[in-house]
């Protein structure tokens, strides 16, 4: 994580270890006191956009008035019981029985299970939205964390597109960017992200950055030789197309299944190439009018 590094390093002595949220979704319930403890303490406004048809989920995506978003996935699950006439008389009625009565039990029932997952803010290690805000709104924290100042944001949008996850918004009535700021404030009071602390199953867990990936390791071997095969971590390695992730998740199916990018990228990564490109280009272009007017005046 060069940039993140180097950004720190600019606090001096008073840089600290980086810090972030690792997220089990193995463990969520869906009880959303992630979401209630964020808008409690950031004062967040509401944000209930109603149901989508498709779940429970009443807060849909990530938004400037929503920092946390617990997401319920529900998925049909194939029912393997052979290839007898019997068995696919038996797997209709399966599949009858799970559409008129849903679930039966907690994430797994008669052929359909939920995912639930609370997502937030990455604070990536190269973050395409810091690198393109032109007011220094957005900055790194001692922390290692990417955070907005209200104060100083004029309302370009700039930020918006650059967020390889969706994650910026701007606010309707006023027009800035507001994302989650890993509880800023309570980290300086060395106090764990509100989020964190009112997560009753411990899906959401905070730390050191360091710790958590080594924590996270043991977990998805733990998952795996227990035969979720599908389990793995994302965002967790640092040397995706972001430097890794400051808030990273345990999935127990495809990035895609929970509405995340399968491969994100910094959005200003290939900037420096093609501003190369572009300034050769302009050079040849140069070039070739001088030598074009210097052998018309022959």
């Known amino acids: 994580m060069p940039n993140a590094e180097l950004e720190v390093r600019t606090y001096g002595g008073d840089a600290k270890p980086r810090v972030g949220f690792f997220t089990d979704t193995s463990l969520c319930i869906g009880c959303k006191a992630c979401e209630v403890a964020c808008k409690e303490w950031n004062h967040v406004p509401d944000s209930i956009q109603g149901f989508t048809g498709e779940s429970y989920d009443n807060t849909i995506d ?26 696919l008389a038996q797997t209709a009625a399966l599949n009858g029985l799970a559409t008129e009565t849903g679930l039966q ?34 900055f790194r924290t ?46 300086k009071d060395d106090k764990e992200p509100a989020c964190a602390q009112a997560c009753p199953t411990n899906s959401i867990q905070f730390g050191e950055l360091g710790d958590l990936r080594e924590r996270a390791d043991a977990r998805l071997a733990q998952l795996q030789d227990a035969g979720l095969a599908e389990a793995r971590l994302y965002g967790a390695d640092p040397d995706d197309g972001v430097g890794g992730f400051g808030a990273f998740f345990l999935l127990l199916d495809e990035p895609e299944a929970y509405q995340l990018p399968p491969d994100p990228v910094d959005t200003t990564r290939d900037l420096p190439g093609i501003w190369a490109s572009a300034s050769a280009a302009a050079a040849t272009l140069v070039g070739g009018l001088v030598a074009a007017v210097l052998w018309g005046r022959r």
């Open 142 to 187: 001692e922390f290692g964390t990417v955070v907005v100042q209200e104060d100083v944001c004029n309302g370009c949008g700039y930020c918006v597109p650059a967020c390889p996850f969706g994650v910026l918004d701007k606010r309707e009535d006023d027009g800035r960017v507001w994302k989650c700021t890993l509880c800023y404030d309570r980290l």
């Open 62 to 87: 990530l938004g400037a008035d929503t920092w946390r978003h617990v997401a319920f996935v529900e998925q049909r699950k194939p029912l393997d019981i052979g290839d007898s006439a019997a068995a």
């Open 105 to 138: 039990t907690y994430q797994d029932g008669d052929g359909l299970r939920w995912l639930m997952a609370s997502d937030v803010c990455k604070h990536c290690t190269h973050a395409a939205c810091l690198e393109v805000c032109p007011t220094g709104a957005l």
